[in-house]
């Protein structure tokens, strides 16, 4: 996909000139950061990855005022404004408003970064760069998971990172492989990375069954199943993964096939009977949505308001909740924009691979968990955006 002349390739090359460069490497830090220094804070609001995020957001903003960078503006952000716009504006009508301040505050934050490596992150290789930084903060994330203690002295049984959620690190490092895994296919990594694959893959494997996030471990082994079968995709079977990945989304986010999903818990040692109350918690977020189905109910209210105290654990009803059907529509439409280029009559076949790809580790993850607002997660549909349509770019 991205040729096989061989020639090198300055880093230098692309929009934005040094400043371009600049942005890149705060990209790149972003990637280190993600899977376990997104949160400590160093001051009020600062972490080590904001940091590098704020940074780049403001050099973005000020090269496009000052006319210095010129970008192509696409539906797909288009999309990503008008959420964010909603989700802003939802302060007035949000049921719980102490929430809006920092829910807006992140979402700010995957806003700097999903355009930052939207207009500036578009050649092969200063994706090499942030795809580096990513894999080094993976296999950083992954050497610090550990036994955790509880209070009365007993060892968890699932280990994670002291003072992180589990669920969020192994988002990060299923990300992280997918990531590699696409960026070997299509030529964004040089040939030698393929030697890191077998090791990549039996660390984080290892890694992520111990963290125990099971829409995580179905990633996995959706990456690992797509690494042998995902050749054989074509623009019609991709087009049927599409289809059937919106089916699954809305029977399960509405209640139709929780039976099914009572039954895939109990493959797991830490089966509830509900899914580790989701199943119920879900029923909760339903009945919200009713109080005001076009805007929502507010950006961050939901787990202000519901009994349980914790968000709905599933990304598309949290985006029904906290910025309603429009909200809702426009995510989904901003996915289905992303991935056009794949489902075009002439689309070239590593298109389908990434895709189809995205999917099989994308998909258990939004239905089960919580994303939408991890800086990771957008740095990722940036990616993913600009790998769809490389060839077209100026590399």
Request: hydrophobic share 55%; with cysteine; glycine share 12%.
């Amino acid at each position: 996909m991205v040729g096989d002349d061989g020639r090198a390739r300055s880093l230098l090359e692309g929009p934005g000139g040094g400043w371009g460069l600049f942005i890149t490497w705060m990209m790149a830090l972003v990637g280190v950061f993600s899977a376990w220094a997104t949160y400590e804070q160093i001051f009020i609001g600062l972490t080590y990855l904001t940091i590098p995020a704020l940074m780049a957001g403001v050099i973005l903003v000020l090269s496009f005022l000052s006319g210095s960078l010129s970008v192509r503006f696409a539906v797909a952000d288009g999309c990503v404004i008008l959420i964010y716009s909603i989700a802003f504006f939802s302060f007035s009508w949000a049921l719980h408003q102490k929430a809006w301040a920092a829910h807006i505050y992140w979402q700010t934050i995957c806003m700097l970064v999903y355009f930052s490596c939207r207009y500036l992150v578009t050649t092969a290789t200063r994706m090499r760069l942030v795809g580096f930084g990513v894999l080094c903060g993976a296999g950083i994330a992954g050497l610090l998971v550990t036994e955790q203690v509880s209070d009365f002295g007993e060892v968890i049984d699932r280990q994670s990172i002291s003072g992180l959620n589990s669920n969020f690190t192994s988002y990060v490092l299923i990300g992280s492989l997918y990531l590699y895994v696409v960026m070997r296919k299509v030529g964004v990594y040089p040939r030698w990375v393929k030697l890191l694959t077998i090791p990549l893959f039996l660390f984080f494997g290892m890694k992520l069954h111990v963290l125990g996030t099971r829409g995580a471990v179905f990633g996995f082994y959706g990456v690992l199943a797509w690494m042998f079968l995902g050749r054989f995709m074509t623009r019609r079977l991709l087009i049927s993964m599409v289809g059937a990945a919106l089916f699954i989304v809305f029977f399960v986010s509405f209640g139709f096939v929780d039976i099914v999903l009572v039954q895939l818990d109990a493959l797991f040692g830490r089966s509830t009977g509900d899914l580790t109350g989701r199943l119920p918690l879900w029923s909760i977020a339903r009945e919200f949505i009713s109080n005001d189905i076009l805007l929502g109910i507010g950006a961050g209210s939901f787990a202000g308001v519901n009994p349980r105290g914790i968000g709905a654990h599933n990304v598309f009803l949290t985006f029904f909740l906290d910025v309603g059907l429009i909200g809702l529509m426009l995510f989904l439409f901003f996915l289905l924009n992303l991935i056009f280029p794949a489902l075009k009559a002439k689309a070239m076949p590593d298109c389908a691979y990434i895709v189809g790809g995205f999917i099989v580790f994308w998909l258990p993850i939004s239905i089960s968990g919580h994303w939408e607002l991890a800086p990771f997660s957008w740095l990722l549909l940036g990616l993913v955006y600009n790998m769809l349509r490389l060839e077209n770019s100026h590399v």
